[in-house]
């Protein structure tokens, strides 16, 4: 019992690594989820189909670190989207009667990795830190499943495993990582959608991509997360988008949950202390009325 | 491939032909979210941590009327006191429980404890909730200390100074009610976070309930006689139900789309439920009674607050399920403002 109050002696920091998905280079092959389930040993969640797209995972949880959305942009029967570009798909029935435009986003979601991260904010254990790469990592050895992290991750990344009630999500290989190899998602990629590196250079990368796409008529192009925004944090996985963010299940602007922390501790305090002003003021005169 | 190409003129299938036919954001068929698929993760709290609220904050809040009770009521409001420390340790004796059973791995309570996080609220909180355990049981000694002759023990007990004690254990009973609020603020769940009210909700709403559990001791020791201190009680109860009431309309005014999953449903009326049972026990007292009925109607009127209470408690934990399903609500809740402005438009996006 006594040797989880024993810290031991952190590694060296090493250059912080990070993922830079490109979502205009996914096809939605789901290799990502696959290696990632397989190196991480994560169970199987089923085929779930909704019947809605392609995507049979739906959310990132404690079995999946790796998902996959699959947004089907397609006009309403009878009407021509004006959307025309890299990803645009040609729609047309067998005959060629109701031929339409439409596309097909895809986008392989995982882990955040922000560089203040809200659930290592609000772990209350020190399960979850910044591992030497920078990366967010939950001990397991050390999580007891409180649940807090859960609530505080902006994106719902974290999730509680209903089999061993342990909180769990993408630990960006830190196996493979410590051994110098390539995270099993990003070695999957058969297109380069996911890159791994230091995040530096990652970003420079996406920035040159961004500026490409640009060029060649794709002005929609932006990045999610290579720069912090506001009073939220970069992330060290972060992501090229040519829609909204709500597009693709990722909150447009999400807030920092620690910053709400002092208003609440003072005006609770304030508020307190006028009622236990009320209360001493009524005790006093029933001290000496009665 | 020909038959369908020829749906569109050459000119058409150019781009540099088609500047209108530029890529922006439009409505799509798909709606504007993913599928309607939440993109937050439900809250792991339930009953547990509703009743561990509804206890923490009335011992903590007991104890802190209880301190006031000894520097400004004196001698006349010893019995209060007395009560208000039995009522806290006893509201305390479940709450270790309760945080424990929650717990995804209960065995691996003692974790909390291995690192020191004031920027954690539930770290933060266990460590108070401990130190507070620690004077709360020191004081329910030293009460009975004072009851039973207990050899040597109680002359220790009985040169403790009992002031220093309280005093000591102030800071802590009231960063109980304040920390449960803050606990639930500073997550991403949107019918939290969105206003710095919280801690006051739960700090007030304690110190309410609190009143009213001290009263309900003593009529259930003396069920014949209202005791003559109980109205300074009711003072606190009006003022703290007031504070607490006037604070939870504007957290829902402030909250705006984010605090639908309070106002709608089964939560809604849940809340509406808890206003009125609030209502009704802080009305109770103030009716015009027979003597001879005070006593019970004061006995139903600190019951009717302590449900409504609970009720309270049940909602705002259970109200983050239904805020984490609601992806409107959440999206409302992430709008780009001037401190957090997104992604998106930090990269100068065209909005259409």
Same mark, same amino acid.
């Given at each position: 019992m006594? #040797?989880?109050?024993? #810290?031991?002696?952190?590694?060296?920091?090493? #250059?912080?690594?990070?993922?830079?998905?490109?979502?205009?280079?996914?096809?939605?092959?789901?290799?990502?989820?696959?290696?990632?389930?397989?190196?991480?040993?994560?169970?199987?969640?089923?085929?779930?189909?909704?019947?809605?797209?392609?995507?049979? #995972?739906?959310?990132?949880?404690?079995?999946?670190?790796?998902?996959?959305?699959?947004?089907?942009?397609?006009?309403?029967?009878?009407?021509?989207?004006?959307?025309?570009?890299?990803?645009?798909?040609?729609?047309?029935?067998?005959?060629?009667?109701t031929g339409q435009f439409g596309r097909w986003l895809m986008m392989s979601d995982v882990c955040k990795h922000c560089q203040q991260a809200p659930c290592e904010e609000a772990c209350p254990t020190g399960a979850i830190l910044y591992n030497e790469f920078h990366n967010v990592y939950v001990q397991q050895d050390?999580?007891?499943?409180?649940?807090?992290?859960?609530?505080?991750?902006?994106?719902?990344?974290?999730?509680?495993?209903?089999?061993?009630?342990?909180?769990?999500?993408?630990?960006?290989?830190?196996?493979?990582?410590?051994?110098?190899?390539?995270?099993?998602?990003?070695?999957?990629?058969?297109?380069?959608?996911?890159?791994?590196?230091?995040?530096?250079?990652?970003?420079?990368?996406?920035?040159?991509r961004v500026e490409e796409l640009h060029r060649r008529g794709d002005s929609t192009a932006y990045l999610y997360g290579d720069q912090p925004a506001g009073e939220y944090s970069a992330l060290n996985a972060f992501f090229l988008l040519t829609?909204?963010?709500?597009?693709?299940?990722?909150?447009?602007?999400?807030?920092?949950?620690?910053?709400?922390?002092?208003?609440?501790?003072?005006?609770?305090l304030a508020g307190t202390a006028l009622m236990l002003g009320v209360a001493a003021l009524s005790m006093h005169r029933a001290g000496r009325a009665a | 491939m020909s038959a369908q190409r020829a749906m569109f003129s050459e000119s058409e299938l150019r781009r540099e032909d088609q500047p209108q036919l530029?890529?922006?954001?439009?409505?799509?068929?798909?709606?504007?979210?993913?599928?309607?698929?939440?993109?937050?993760?439900?809250?792991?709290?339930?009953?547990?941590?509703?009743?561990?609220?509804?206890?923490?904050?009335?011992?903590?809040?007991?104890?802190?009327?209880?301190?006031?009770?000894?520097?400004?009521?004196?001698?006349?409001?010893?019995?209060?006191?007395?009560?208000?420390?039995?009522?806290?340790?006893?509201?305390?004796?479940?709450?270790?429980?309760?945080?424990?059973?929650?717990?995804?791995?209960?065995?691996?309570?003692?974790?909390?404890?291995?690192?020191?996080?004031?920027?954690?609220?539930?770290?933060?909180?266990?460590?108070?909730?401990?130190?507070?355990?620690?004077?709360?049981?020191?004081?329910?000694?030293?009460?009975?200390?004072?009851?039973?002759?207990?050899?040597?023990?109680?002359?220790?007990l009985r040169a403790l100074p009992a002031r220093a004690v309280e005093a000591a254990g102030l800071p802590a009973s009231i960063g109980i009610t304040i920390y449960e609020g803050a606990l639930l603020a500073s997550t991403s769940v949107p019918v939290w976070n969105q206003t710095p009210l919280m801690g006051l909700i739960f700090g007030a709403s304690s110190l309410a309930s609190a009143a009213e559990s001290i009263k309900l001791a003593a009529l259930l020791r003396s069920p014949e006689a209202v005791p003559e201190w109980a109205p300074s009680l009711d003072w606190v109860t009006r003022a703290a139900r007031g504070l607490e009431w006037g604070t939870i309309v504007l957290h829902l005014r402030q909250s705006g789309l984010a605090g639908r999953p309070l106002r709608r449903g089964l939560r809604g009326a849940q809340l509406f439920g808890s206003l009125g049972l609030t209502l009704a026990a802080a009305a109770l007292p103030m009716l015009p009674a027979p003597p001879e009925h005070k006593p019970r109607r004061a006995l139903w009127g600190a019951l009717l607050g302590l449900a409504g209470t609970f009720l309270l408690r049940w909602v705002l934990v259970h109200a983050g399920q239904q805020a984490a399903d609601d992806q409107q609500a959440a999206h409302a809740a992430t709008r780009p403002t001037e401190r957090a402005p997104g992604w998106q438009r930090a990269r100068g996006w065209t909005e259409r």
């Open positions: 006594l #040797t989880f109050f024993k #810290t031991a002696e952190a590694p060296p920091p090493q #250059t912080p690594t990070g993922f830079f998905t490109d979502t205009t280079l996914c096809i939605g092959c789901k290799a990502c989820e696959v290696a990632c389930k397989q190196w991480n040993q994560l169970p199987s969640d089923g085929l779930n189909w909704r019947g809605t797209s392609y995507d049979n #995972t739906h959310v990132l949880s404690a079995s999946t670190w790796r998902h996959v959305a699959f947004v089907e942009q397609l006009p309403a029967h009878g009407e021509r989207s004006g959307q025309r570009g890299i990803e645009s798909t040609w729609m047309g029935d067998a005959d060629g009667s050390i999580c007891n499943g409180c649940g807090y992290c859960v609530s505080a991750c902006p994106f719902g990344v974290l999730d509680r495993g209903e089999e061993d009630g342990r909180v769990h999500k993408c630990t960006l290989c830190y196996d493979r990582q410590k051994d110098g190899m390539t995270p099993a998602c990003a070695k999957a990629c058969p297109t380069e959608s996911i890159q791994f590196g230091p995040v530096e250079e990652l970003r420079e990368r996406a920035r040159r829609d909204t963010p709500q597009t693709y299940n990722l909150p447009q602007a999400p807030r920092r949950p620690n910053a709400r922390l002092l208003p609440n501790y003072l005006l609770g | 530029q890529l922006v954001p439009k409505p799509q068929a798909a709606g504007p979210d993913y599928y309607g698929i939440p993109f937050l993760k439900r809250p792991t709290w339930k009953w547990q941590i509703a009743s561990y609220f509804f206890f923490g904050g009335i011992s903590g809040a007991s104890f802190a009327l209880a301190t006031v009770a000894r520097w400004a009521g004196g001698e006349r409001t010893a019995e209060m006191r007395r009560l208000a420390h039995e009522v806290s340790f006893l509201t305390l004796l479940p709450c270790p429980a309760l945080l424990i059973w929650d717990l995804g791995k209960p065995a691996r309570f003692y974790h909390m404890l291995r690192v020191w996080k004031p920027g954690s609220p539930m770290n933060l909180g266990t460590w108070i909730l401990t130190t507070f355990g620690g004077i709360v049981s020191l004081t329910a000694a030293q009460s009975l200390g004072e009851q039973i002759d207990i050899p040597g023990v109680s002359r220790l």
